[in-house]
């Protein structure tokens, strides 16, 4: 044994010890609430795979968004569910579709008291469930779904958001987003880029969440589970497109193109924790196999530990009030 022995627990020793040596923190200004709304109900619906998540009404949806602001959370990302479909997702452009009457009534509502995001990407709106417009072959057609994310883009920008989550993994989709913004004189509209999401497993229960219509699978799209170097390459290419902020998604089971993501973005860097990382850790505490508070702390620190800076998370709301009654005394 090497002597004086190097004791490495004098900072574990008590919980003021441990506070004062904690390298990371989770703060609820950091946390932003993905929230759904609904064309056409009259109440909340309970969405059965994500307990304690519901499909909002116009009006419920107004007034979570409120408190949860007024709790604190850092920002508000927007999912519509519309009535009909169609091939072209129509209901995305209209300004009298659900995801844009939102839009407008929480900027209304909220002014500049939070940062308003929007899902850009037509999967909500398609009959056919995919995130684009699908060619006579039947796969969809990049360039033809550019057009469509540049028409919707302006028409969330002027429904007030903030930023828009490009989140439909089309080749130059923030390029494409940012021309049409800014010909549209919309400049201080700002991008959100899903620049590095996986297909996963992990969107399970966001499918149930919005009604999703998609038969088949995203491979296509999506960045495949086995692929650290080309997470990379798509945060790169958002960057170089001009996004405003990153986002790595799924979370958990992606903390090192996270990390890489950190290491190299010279804009904020967001993860989301998606619906399938909040089901399984809420299934799990809901048996009394793992615990609920120290499951979300540990998750939230993990994904925070490996480099995001902003976090994407069900939790938010909770974790936001929470802060104030001890519950998440950490944050
Ligand atoms: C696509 C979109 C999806 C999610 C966010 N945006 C679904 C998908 O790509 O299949 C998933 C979010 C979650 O699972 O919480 N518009």
Redesign the pocket.
């Known amino acids: 044994m090497a002597f004086p022995m190097d004791r490495p627990r004098r900072l574990r020793s008590t919980p003021a010890m441990r506070r004062l040596a904690a390298e990371t923190r989770v703060h609820p200004a950091d946390l932003v609430l993905?929230m759904f709304v609904r064309e056409g109900l009259t109440e909340p619906r309970p969405i059965d795979a994500m307990p304690g998540v519901v499909q909002h009404t116009l009006d419920s949806l107004r007034r979570a968004a409120a408190e949860a602001v007024a709790d604190g959370v850092g920002g508000l990302m927007i999912f519509g569910v519309p009535e009909r479909r169609d091939a072209q997702g129509s209901g995305a452009t209209d300004p009298s579709g659900i995801l844009n009457v939102a839009i407008r009534s929480l900027a209304a509502d909220l002014g500049d008291a939070t940062v308003l995001m929007a899902?850009l990407?037509l999967?909500?709106f398609t009959d056919h469930g995919h995130?684009g417009v699908l060619g006579d072959d039947g796969t969809v057609d990049n360039d033809a779904t550019l057009e469509r994310y540049a028409e919707m883009g302006v028409a969330l920008a002027e429904a007030g958001a903030h930023l828009v989550g490009t989140?439909g993994m089309m080749d130059g989709q923030v390029g494409a987003v940012r021309a049409a913004l800014d010909a549209a004189a919309h400049p201080q509209t700002g991008i959100i880029g899903y620049a590095a999401k996986y297909a996963s497993a992990?969107?399970g229960?966001?499918r149930e969440a919005v009604e999703s219509a998609l038969r088949g699978d995203?491979r296509s799209y999506?960045l495949d589970p086995a692929n650290r170097r080309a997470g990379a390459r798509e945060v790169a290419l958002d960057l170089a497109e001009g996004a405003d902020m990153v986002i790595v998604k799924p979370a958990g089971w992606y903390l090192d193109v996270l990390s890489d993501a950190a290491a190299v973005s010279s804009v904020p860097v967001a993860a989301?924790q998606?619906?399938?990382e909040y089901s399984m850790i809420q299934a799990a505490a809901s048996r009394g196999w793992i615990d609920l508070d120290d499951a979300v702390r540990e998750s939230l620190t993990a994904i925070r530990r490996a480099g995001a800076d902003v976090i994407l998370t069900y939790w938010a709301a909770e974790v936001a009030a929470g802060r104030r009654s001890g519950r998440f005394s950490w944050a």
Request: net charge negative; aromatic share 18%; proline share 12%.
């Open positions: 993905p899902d990407c999967d909500e995130c989140s992990c969107y229960p966001f995203r999506q989301y998606v619906s399938g």
